[in-house]
């Protein structure tokens, strides 16, 4: 038998960056206790969020791989979210303001039970499809659950279609319904169009408000309170011991549209997720990115109500460096034998030795070298060891000279990846990071005040002002006063703060803290004193030119 070679070879890595194209995710997942919750039927929460990088998809898959027949998979594509956005109808009936819960709310129920109807029973026909109609009809008799069943048989043309086709679909109702209220828009009884300007103004007010009304009982179709009784009828198909089924939908940032219309349309779909929650045989599991979390705004409305239920099942999704170490010792492993070479028994067997003073303590072991370059996320601390090993090509280990080799160009993609991370709705930020520059490793309040001085000249130009403008308007209209730093500069500050570019020192003697330690700290800033100091995260240092 061939034994295995020992050289790490110029095609060797620890695994792809994204979870779709990584050949040694089945192999060598790590749980570091988020996957054993997205698993876990009794555990409520079903929004997974996290920065890029973080695993989100990884766990997804994984489900996936472990149970391969309980899992249903929709895609962003087939959402359709930049379809619905652009369309004229929807346009129109936002110019009315018209209000579109209800149906925005319903269209998800919508496609989220079609798309567990059809796995269930297996349609991929209209004979199977009138089959299994004509077997709920006969087990649920209630009238109803007629009534549900006769609204999703009036679909029945596409029901066995992919989820895409079925979203236009409805819309395609929806714009002829509409389109029959425009017909009548110049015929409402009781109005005329004579008289002066001031009765035309409020003639027209009364059109306006006529037609909104009909665009609006257009929209609220009673029909749609039939997908409530759907619920119920899904709730006995999909019985919690042996038809439990997981519905997953990942990557929607993949197709996300910085639109109110298109924020609504999120929010709508988590409000569907949570009503389908009463079925007990279903788990459905959404995952989205932080920043598009964030955009939706949890939180920021009022207690008591659907905000507080979506914070509380949200799964934020964390590591340490312990649970980074794991992940790679399993990953090394794996990686040793897809590759054919002599496996080692450890990390530790791969990389060298720890270094001694005068080095910082943090720097000495080099596993710990490379986790204080993430943001102690996955993706960044496989591209730091797949450049380690790209370096090492040829060689047995990994040496210092590897890990220190390829640094700069490690930490100049990870700074274009914190500007693609970000640029919804951040577009253009990473000319405000540029700045920084050169900046002294230990960045006072005076020093980072003249940094973002020219920051905020960046606030006058047109693509980049709708989102930096309000940050400083502050700086605009307060004196350039001591007292006034913090509310010059302090939205800004926690901007870079939350995507982890900054970090922030209490005071001269402690060690900086990013936002992934402790998110609420950027809350505290009118209340740091000056000898406290700010720091560029050190994945970042060696792009922008920073000595440690």
Known sequence: ???????????????????????????????????????NREDARCFIIGRTG?????????LKEVHPERVITVSPESLSLRYIVNLPIMKRLQEADVKLD???????????????????????????????????????????????????DEFGDKFWCETEVRVKQIFDKLEDKVKGVGELNAFIPGITTKGTAETEHIKTQEITQEVKALYQRVVNDPQLSYLNDMVGILDEVLEPKQKFCYLLIDDLDKEWVDDDLAVSLIRYLFDAV??????????????????????????????GTQEEKIQGLALNIKWTESDLFNLLETRTKAAYTFYKLDPPSSLADILPAERKPPIAKVDRAPSSYIFNRTLLRP???????????????????????????????????????????????YLGIDKSLKFFDGAPLKILHNDLGKILDRVAELSMEDNIRDWLGPMFQNFWDLDNEPANWHKRYGQFISLLYEISFL??????????????????????????????????????????????
């Open 102 to 152: 209800l149906f925005l709310k319903a269209l998800w129920k919508h496609v989220i039970i079609v798309e567990i109807i059809r796995h269930h029973y297996k349609i991929a026909s209209e004979p199977a499809k009138l089959s299994v109609f004509e077997h709920l009809r006969k087990k649920f008799t209630k009238e109803s659950n007629k009534r549900a069943l006769s609204y999703l």
């Open 54 to 62: 973080c695993g989100k998809s990884a766990i997804l898959r994984h």
């Open 274 to 303: 949570l009503d389908l929650q009463k079925v007990r045989g279903l788990k459905i599991l959404v995952a989205l990115r932080t920043n598009i979390f964030q955009q939706l705004k949890y939180g920021e409305r009022k207690r």
């Open 379 to 425: 993706r960044d601390a496989i591209s730091y060891l797949n450049k380690c090993a790209t370096a090492a090509s040829g060689q047995d280990v990994i040496t210092w000279e590897n890990i220190i080799q390829v640094e700069r160009e490690y930490s100049v993609e990870r700074l274009a990846a914190l500007r693609d991370e970000w640029r919804d709705p």
């Open 503 to 548: 970090g922030i020192a209490k005071n001269e003697k402690t060690s900086p803290i990013y936002s992934y330690q402790d998110p609420l700290l950027a809350g505290q800033l009118d209340k740091l004193n000056s000898t406290s100091y700010f720091t560029v995260h050190t994945a970042f240092r060696s792009a922008l030119d920073i000595k440690n």
């Open 1 to 39: 038998m061939k034994s295995m070679g020992k050289n790490l070879n110029k095609n060797f890595t620890f695994g792809a960056l994204a979870a779709e194209d990584d050949n040694l995710l089945p192999s060598a997942f790590h749980d570091n206790g988020d996957f054993t919750s997205v698993e």
